[in-house]
C-alpha cells in the first residue's frame, strides 16, 4: 500500500504558472505507475497526465498538452505538476494517483491509491 500527499495548489491569476507535488509514502514509489487527474465542481474525475515507473514516457491530455509537465523523482518519493500558462477553466481540484499493476491508464477507475486532493483555483 501507498499513501499519498498532495501539495503546491493555490490560488492564481490567468498566466501565472504553479507546481503541484505529491509525496509518497509506503511501499517502494519506483514500483507505480502514477497519474495526475482534477474534477472541477458538478464534473467527473479527469485524467490530466500519466507517468511511466521509471519517468520515461508520459502521455497529457490534449487541453493541457504544451502546457503541463509530468515529472517524478523516484529518489525522493514524489511525483511533480508543473503548470504554465494557467487558465480559468484549469480551475479544480488535483488529485495523484498510483497504480498497483500494469502500465499508466487514462482511466481513473483502474488506480488504486488517491491523494485527498490540492485546490488550484485561476482567476481571469
Known amino acids: 500500500q501507498v499513501q499519498l500527499v498532495e501539495s503546491g495548489g493555490g490560488l492564481v491569476q490567468a498566466g501565472a504558472s504553479l507546481r503541484l507535488s505529491c509525496a509518497a509514502s509506503?511501499?517502494?514509489?519506483?514500483?507505480?505507475?502514477m497519474g495526475w487527474f482534477r474534477q472541477a465542481p458538478g464534473t467527473e474525475r479527469e485524467f490530466v497526465a500519466t507517468?511511466?515507473?521509471?519517468?520515461?514516457?508520459?502521455y497529457y491530455a490534449d487541453s493541457v498538452k504544451g502546457r503541463f509537465t509530468i515529472s517524478r523523482d523516484n529518489a525522493k518519493n514524489t511525483l511533480y505538476l508543473q503548470m504554465n500558462s494557467l487558465k480559468p477553466e484549469d480551475t479544480a481540484v488535483y488529485y495523484c494517483?498510483?497504480?498497483?499493476?500494469?502500465?499508466?491508464?487514462?482511466?481513473?477507475?483502474?488506480?488504486?491509491?488517491w491523494g485527498q486532493g490540492a485546490q488550484v483555483a485561476v482567476s481571469s
Open positions: 507517468i511511466s515507473r521509471s519517468g520515461g514516457s508520459t
Open positions: 494517483a498510483a497504480r498497483s499493476y500494469g502500465i499508466t491508464s487514462i482511466s481513473p477507475s483502474l488506480y488504486d491509491y
Open positions: 509506503g511501499r517502494t514509489f519506483s514500483n507505480y505507475p
